[in-house]
């Protein structure tokens, strides 16, 4: 148990002497939070907007000082004709025009939107957000209410996803870097013929990443709650046992592409191609599962993360129990028990 102990702080002091990677360890989720949370957001926020008003009533004028006061929209002029409009987006001084037609008063609808759909995105969520704000005054037509997330905040949607892309990269492939880099320099024999089992080996090189893995978690876990505002509404019991499991999965994933590569820059190239990419497009990190074609929905299947991030939303934004999230929690289980056993089989194969 001493030489077990001894090995584990030995591959700590090895991480912890990597300056470079300790910067990219944390340096990473304190950058990706900061980004997620204020820079790259799907929020609207001060929409350029031109009104078009062939009479200006008294209902008219509401709705136009409801848009003005509200933080979506910035009304920059104010012209007589959808034409006028049309040519004040093209010249780039604006992103949307609402046209309100003379009937507006009367019936309450007469309501044009002109959009820049050079993002379909966005203008759509412009056109949603116009929407509510003219329609959704006290007593009007539309009387909608948002649950979980009321004030429609990306960081809402960004932070568990970020914590299933950085637990996967940190644990997976650092991991297998740091079993190949053993490989490539050729120390891997000398621990091998050590008297301490082959298995407890890479056990012992995985308990430091699992420590970072769980540090990295704290990380997210504080900034989002008190930098981004991002709730944590569910146990924290469960959302931390389901992380363990995740990064259990993760770190079997490591050594299994360790098996596999001989060097650190193959490592490398398999985490990146084989982790990165998916993780990023088809885990529903950024776009929803659901909108995409039916090959690229079973692909995503056999993705971990995807199943981490739902369990993730579920628990922290939702705040429902865990027997709401026994199929995500099932399906890791089943894909830890998948890829432990093969790292381990082909591991043990490599040694022979």
């Known amino acids: 148990m001493e030489q077990f102990i001894s090995f584990v702080i030995k591959e700590a002091k090895h991480i912890l002497r990597d300056k470079r990677t300790m910067l990219i360890l944390f340096g990473m989720p304190l950058v990706l939070m900061l980004l997620f949370g204020f820079a790259i957001t799907n929020d609207v926020r001060n929409v350029r907007t031109v009104v078009v008003t062939s009479s200006m009533d008294h209902l008219t004028r509401q709705a136009v000082d409801r848009l003005a006061a509200s933080e979506y929209f910035t009304i920059t002029a104010t012209v007589a004709t959808p034409r006028e409009a049309e040519l004040v ?8 025009a609402i046209v309100f037609g003379p009937d507006f008063a009367s019936r309450r609808s007469g309501v044009q939107f002109i959009v820049d759909g050079a993002d379909p995105n966005m203008a759509q969520m412009w056109t949603n957000y116009a929407t509510g704000v003219i329609l959704n005054a006290d007593g009007g037509l539309v009387n909608s209410k948002m649950l979980y ?3 429609l905040k990306s960081a809402y949607n960004f932070v ?16 297998s870097i740091s079993i190949v880099r053993e490989k490539e320099k050729g120390t891997m024999e000398v621990l091998l013929v050590s008297p301490v089992k082959p298995l407890m080996i890479i056990i012992a090189k995985a308990i430091p990443y699992l420590v970072l893995a769980f540090a990295i978690l704290i990380i997210i876990l504080l900034m989002g709650r008190y930098v981004l ?13 389901i992380s363990t499991i995740y990064i259990l999965l993760a770190l079997s994933l490591g050594l299994l592409i360790s098996s596999v590569a001989q060097t650190q820059l ?16 088809l885990s529903g990190m ?8 039916v090959v690229l929905q ?11 991030i739902d369990a993730m939303r579920k628990l922290m934004i939702m705040g429902v129990g865990v027997d709401q999230v026994m199929r995500e929690l099932g399906i890791l289980l089943l894909m830890l028990a998948v890829l432990l056993t093969l790292a381990l089989a082909s591991f043990k194969k490599r040694l022979e």
């Open 149 to 151: 997330n009321p004030q």
């Open 229 to 241: 505002g991002v709730p944590l509404a569910g146990s924290l019991f469960w959302i931390l046992v």
């Open 89 to 96: 987006i093209r010249g780039q001084q604006a992103d949307m």
């Open 298 to 308: 079973w692909v995503s299947a056999v993705i971990p993360p995807r199943y981490y």
């Open 266 to 281: 193959v490592a490398l190239l398999l985490s990146a191609m084989v982790l990165l990419m998916p993780i990023v497009m």
């Open 286 to 293: 950024l776009f929803p599962v659901e909108s995409m074609p």
């Open 160 to 175: 568990p996803a970020i914590m299933g892309m950085l637990l996967m990269l940190v644990c997976a492939m650092m991991t």
